[in-house]
């Protein structure tokens, strides 16, 4: 056992990162984090989760974790998705503050010291908000700003704009956070239902600084009919009234036909508003469906109960056995 003045207990910070093929950009990362969090002068661990990296990523890792006590490493059984490695690493932080940013250098670690001091004075969610956003399409801001809109529109949640996972939590958010086990992790929006005192901090995103980002429209396009289905019913709702207003609009145009052949006799034209009446109910029947089935396919993915992610290697840093710096 270690020497009983050095178990100094949890370390004041915890710096959650999740990592997917960051093999080429992580040293860089470490070495600015480690710049950033010694500056603060209180102790802190970082705790790495390797997603399933398919390239070099966790020998990157456990290289950094034999070279540097602070830092923890979790290594997942497969790759799961940002949101679920992002979880992971939660689960495993022991810091009072939780610091989640991404690996890549988007979210630049010198922002960490103005989260803190807003955390100091009383905040228990304080989320690094986008000044401007470079490196990226016009599409893809857009596209960005239409789904924040819709969201806070309809989500009954209000996001943040231009505030991705870059933030610091208190150990109270963090908990409450934790209780949300649900595997359709739209994580913007857990975070934001979570509550408590909120405030952000403005900065400006960077270009990546290696690799490339993993996300493409596809993958966006997903993650927003995550946050959609997460957090609202609203489809539901839309296809019940859409329902309604064809039905009640075939009422009166049913009864305007038969009006029609009563009055004048039936001359058989007709077929062209047959076939775009079929057509129009049968698109939306089927799109009706298809909003339903994602709802359903949910409920059946929640319903399996399944743990969110499997665990190949937990190696807690080792902070608490130092000598506090405080
Ligand atoms: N990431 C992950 N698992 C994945 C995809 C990404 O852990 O399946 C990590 C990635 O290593 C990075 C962060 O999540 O630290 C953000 O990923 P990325 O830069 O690709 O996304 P973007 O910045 O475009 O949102
Ligand atoms: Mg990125």
């Known amino acids: 056992m270690f020497h009983e003045t050095q178990a100094a207990g949890p370390p004041v910070f915890s710096v959650v990162v999740p990592c997917y093929n960051e093999e080429l950009g992580i040293d860089e990362f470490h070495r600015r984090i480690s710049l950033v969090m010694d500056g603060l002068g209180r102790s802190w661990e970082v705790v790495y989760v390797n997603d399933g990296s398919?390239?070099?990523?966790?020998?990157?890792?456990?290289?950094?974790?034999?070279?540097?006590?602070?830092?923890?490493?979790?290594?997942?059984?497969?790759?799961?998705?940002?949101?679920?490695?992002?979880?992971?690493?939660?689960?495993?932080?022991?810091?009072?503050?939780?610091?989640?940013?991404?690996?890549?250098?988007?979210?630049p670690p010198e922002v960490i010291p103005e989260l803190v001091t807003v955390w100091e004075s009383g905040y228990d969610m304080v989320y690094a908000q986008r000044r401007a956003r470079e490196g990226e399409t016009w599409l893809k801001k857009f596209t960005a700003n239409q789904f924040y809109r819709t969201m806070q529109r309809v989500g009954g949640v209000r996001l943040p704009q231009n505030t991705g996972d870059f933030r610091l939590l208190s150990r109270r958010a963090l908990d409450a956070?934790?209780?949300?086990?649900?595997?359709?992790?739209f994580m913007k929006g857990l975070f934001a239902w979570?509550?408590?005192?909120?405030?952000?901090?403005?900065?400006?995103?960077?270009?990546?600084?290696?690799?490339?980002?993993?996300?493409?429209?596809?993958?966006?396009?997903?993650?927003?009919?995550?946050?959609?289905?997460g957090f609202t019913l609203m489809p539901l709702k839309i296809a019940t009234y859409l329902?309604?207003?064809?039905?009640?609009?075939?009422?009166?145009?049913?009864?305007?036909?038969?009006?029609?052949?009563?009055?004048?006799?039936?001359?058989?034209?007709?077929?062209?508003?047959?076939?775009?009446?079929?057509?129009?109910?049968?698109?939306?029947?089927?799109?009706?469906l298809g909003v339903i089935g994602e709802y359903l396919g949910r409920v059946f993915n929640e319903t399996k109960k399944r743990p969110l992610y499997l665990v190949e290697r937990a190696i807690p840093s080792q902070v608490s056995l130092l000598p506090q710096a405080q």
Not at 59 to 85: C, M, Q, T
Not at 177 to 185: A, G, I, P, V, Y
């Open 177 to 185: 956070l934790l209780l949300l086990r649900e595997h359709h992790r």
């Open 194 to 229: 979570v509550g408590f005192p909120s405030q952000a901090v403005l900065y400006d995103r960077a270009p990546r600084h290696a690799g490339s980002s993993s996300w493409n429209y596809w993958r966006l396009w997903n993650l927003a009919v995550e946050g959609i289905t």
């Open 54 to 107: 398919a390239d070099g990523t966790l020998i990157r890792l456990e290289a950094l974790r034999s070279a540097d006590p602070a830092v923890g490493l979790v290594n997942l059984s497969r790759n799961f998705g940002k949101e679920i490695a992002l979880t992971a690493g939660l689960d495993h932080a022991r810091g009072e503050a939780i610091i989640v940013i991404d690996a890549d250098l988007q979210d």
């Open 243 to 288: 329902g309604l207003g064809v039905a009640l609009f075939s009422l009166f145009f049913g009864g305007q036909l038969v009006l029609r052949t009563l009055l004048f006799g039936n001359r058989v034209p007709g077929y062209p508003s047959l076939m775009a009446v079929v057509l129009f109910l049968g698109g939306v029947q089927l799109m009706t």
